[in-house]
């Protein structure tokens, strides 16, 4: 059974200090430019531990052609040695139901440049849904994603 992608889900904080276009911006560019006119953004306004205000951002793209090359966008991006140690480990980036989630610098992706970030510190936080009419094998989720990550070493 093919693996079908349903949707991508940028979520991002964007803090007082910072500017809300850049932050946009740097979502942006993880998504290839065809696709921005798709996109949706939902806003909602935070208040954080100092009571400062927070603005999370939550960017979507939905079908599976846009989540498809969105992806290949991002790992053709990322280092050689991020894109083996993301194949390596895969199954640790996927939750129970096949939802995989990944964490990108943000200041690094409003320049232009894909860096996984481990912390949780300045994040971009993906996460993609896959569509499931019947239940697939974990292995068979891993196995199509790690076909998209090698399709970029090519």
Not at 31 to 49: D, M, Q, T, W, Y
């Amino acid at each position: 059974m093919p693996v079908l992608f349903q949707e991508i889900d940028f979520e991002v904080l964007c803090h007082a200090t910072e500017d809300e276009d850049k932050v946009i911006q740097a979502v942006k560019n993880l998504i290839p430019v065809e696709f921005h006119s798709s996109i949706r953004i939902n806003k909602a306004k935070l208040e954080g531990h100092y009571h400062n205000p927070i603005i999370k951002f939550n960017i979507i793209l939905e079908g599976e052609t846009q989540v498809r090359r969105t992806l290949l966008y991002i790992f053709k991006r990322l280092n050689r040695e991020e894109r083996r140690d993301l194949t390596e480990k895969f199954e640790s980036y996927l939750d129970e139901t096949g939802s995989f989630y990944l964490r990108v610098n943000k200041n690094m992706s409003y320049k232009g440049v894909v860096a996984l970030k481990f912390d949780t510190g300045d994040i971009i936080r993906l996460k993609t849904k896959i569509r499931k009419e019947k239940p697939i094998p974990k292995t068979e989720i891993i196995k199509e994603y790690v076909a998209l990550i090698s399709e970029t070493t090519t």
